[in-house]
């Protein structure tokens, strides 16, 4: 496929999407196809190799495949960020590359449960309303619980201890996890990945592979949007840094600027453009960030709300178990080989071997949890025996966090995202309660924390700052909801035609956010069309 990178971005757009995460790329997708004249701008640059991304090993050499590319470089990330990471950008760990954290996420890919539509979003974005859109994801991006192209699973005695513990030994139901994604409750399965005939898929080897083709549609990389520029509560352009100086593109005449740069960009674009909540304009200005912005328009709840999933890592050992840890420069040759022949072995995966879900009532919310196993140890418990349990609680969590700018003016999270609200604590530590009660050390032993230990100990574990607790998980979401900050149909609350459309306006989900991103771009995207010009 093409790459474009010539800077055509003089003329006057119909829509101007920013941030190619996946959400820009589908919304953007969708107007296109929709025969708006739509501009794409990204700030990072190329990821996957057919988008022109060259990072990689050597042991790639004289292979079509960036490291984006290969499931089994997925964790590699978290030690060399190359230039795919947010790190000038946000005080988190996110993607900025085409394709956004997509690009460098585990591909994990659950359909989120009916009822966190029915739950968790208002009118015009309950299930009935989002299932065409559903629908439509199902159909463009594909997944498939069998990763290597040999039709075989890999490092999988992870994956067999989990399942004595949790099916044999717990009661949970053995499920196809997409093909059930309605029940949380006490299930098991192998995870689904969205990746591409073993490689990694997703929106940027799908949805944009159809909208580059068309002659209304322009993407263009290496273009940071730094506000949007408004007349009152119209806007008019943006403001972006095209090769090194700012510039300014236009909005033709009814268009709409939709904001996807994810749910710590986003909020931030919206105080640079003087939208928000009117206590920050004081350190905005100080910071030389509205220069140019005559006026504000009050929205409380951009920023609002900020979720992900807090977390705790349990390492798990067996002399059963063998652990895997895929090497970014130094494969195994035979795994090397395995994978740029055909697509299989243990590359053709990121690591994650088996997930399970149940659920817990707490004052009326059905708080929702989450384990995935992974195929190693961590941190000091690296044994060839180790595994690591991640675990967490997922939807309906009282605690309720905000994005923060640092002193750089960098947005991440503020304090309150995990485990403001105590009863959080002790959900997830009745949770690891009762499977520990479940678990026969001769299956599985717990090394970092006990599994004799009471519900009060494990709670202050979780609660506690370790290498193994309160990491973050980086599901960034929730920061600008839908009825709140954005109106039913995403328009930002005080404008006519600034939208957000990314994981900022997905409520927290039962399931890991990417395939729920990607169901609101979607369902947005008809909202959009359905408005017309402004
Ligand atoms: C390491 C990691 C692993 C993950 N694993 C999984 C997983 O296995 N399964 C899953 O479901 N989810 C996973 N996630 C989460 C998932 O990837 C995100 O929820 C999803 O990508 C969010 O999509 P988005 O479109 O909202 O924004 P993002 O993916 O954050 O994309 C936003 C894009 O906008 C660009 N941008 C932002 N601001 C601007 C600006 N001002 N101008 C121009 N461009 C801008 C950024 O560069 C970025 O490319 C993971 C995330 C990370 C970081």
């Not at 501009?39 to 490291?67: C, M, V």
């Not at 994801?137 to 699973?153: E, I, L, N």
Request: proline share 5%; glycine share 10%; aromatic share 10%.
């Amino acid at each position: 496929a093409p790459v474009q990178n010539e800077t055509r971005v003089d003329s006057a757009w119909d829509i101007i999407v920013i941030g190619a995460g996946p959400a820009g790329i589908i919304v953007a997708e969708r107007m296109s196809k929709a025969g708006k004249k739509t501009l794409l701008l990204e700030g990072g640059g190329p990821s996957y190799w057919i988008t022109g991304g060259r990072q990689k090993p050597a042991w790639l050499d004289n292979q079509q495949l960036s490291r984006v590319d290969v499931p089994g470089l997925y964790k590699s990330i978290f030690a060399d960020q190359g230039n795919l990471t947010c790190a000038e950008h946000a005080n988190a760990f996110t993607g900025c590359t085409l394709g956004g954290s997509s690009a460098i996420n585990a591909g994990l890919f659950f359909e989120p449960p009916r009822s966190d539509f029915d739950t968790y979003f208002p009118k015009g974005w309950k299930h009935k309303d989002v299932s065409a859109a559903i629908d439509r994801v199902y159909d463009t991006v594909p997944s498939d619980d069998v990763y290597s192209q040999d039709d075989k699973f890999y490092v999988q005695s992870g994956y067999v201890a989990a399942k004595k513990w949790l099916v044999d030994g717990a009661g949970y139901a053995n499920v196809d996890i997409n093909k059930e994604a309605d029940n949380k409750s006490k299930v098991f399965g192998r995870p689904i990945f969205d990746y591409v005939n073993g490689q990694r898929g997703g929106p940027v080897r799908t949805y944009l592979q159809d909208a580059i083709k068309r002659k209304n549609f322009q993407l263009q990389m290496n273009t940071r949007v730094e506000r949007i520029i408004r007349n009152g509560d119209t806007a008019t352009g943006v403001s972006a840094i095209v090769n090194g100086t700012a510039k300014v593109i236009k909005l033709a005449s009814g268009g709409r600027v939709i904001s996807s740069g994810g749910a710590l960009q986003s909020p931030a674009l919206l105080w640079f453009s003087g939208i928000g909540d009117p206590a920050l304009r004081a350190n905005l200005t100080a910071g030389g960030k509205l220069d140019g912005v005559s006026d504000w328009i009050n929205n409380a709840e951009v920023g609002n709300g900020l979720f992900d999933n807090p977390n705790t890592f349990i390492e798990l050992s067996n002399p059963s178990i063998q652990s895997y840890v895929h090497n970014y420069s130094n494969p195994i040759p035979a795994d090397a080989l395995a994978y740029t022949q055909h697509r299989s072995g243990p590359y053709s995966f990121a690591s994650e071997t088996s997930a399970f879900w149940d659920t817990l009532k707490v004052d009326n919310h059905t708080i929702g949890f989450q384990g995935t196993i992974d195929s190693s140890g961590f941190a000091d418990w690296t044994s060839n025996n180790t595994i690591t349990l991640n675990v967490y609680g997922t939807s309906g969590l009282f605690s309720s966090g905000k994005v923060e700018l640092n002193d750089q003016y960098l947005p991440g999270p503020d304090n309150n995202v995990y485990y403001s609200d105590s009863r959080d604590g002790d959900a997830i530590a009745t949770f690891i309660h009762s499977i520990f009660a479940k678990l026969d050390p001769k299956v599985l032993t717990p090394l970092n924390i006990p599994l004799n230990s009471t519900q009060t100990q494990i709670r202050d574990y979780i609660t506690s700052s370790t290498a193994y607790t309160r990491g973050e998980v980086n599901h960034w979401s929730s920061s600008c909801r839908i009825g709140k900050c954005v109106d039913a149909n995403t328009v930002v609350k005080g404008t006519k035609n600034i939208h957000v459309v990314d994981a900022s306006i997905v409520a927290p989900l039962t399931v890991n956010p990417q395939f729920g991103v990607m169901i609101a771009a979607e369902h947005a995207s008809d909202l959009i069309l359905k408005l017309g010009k402004y």
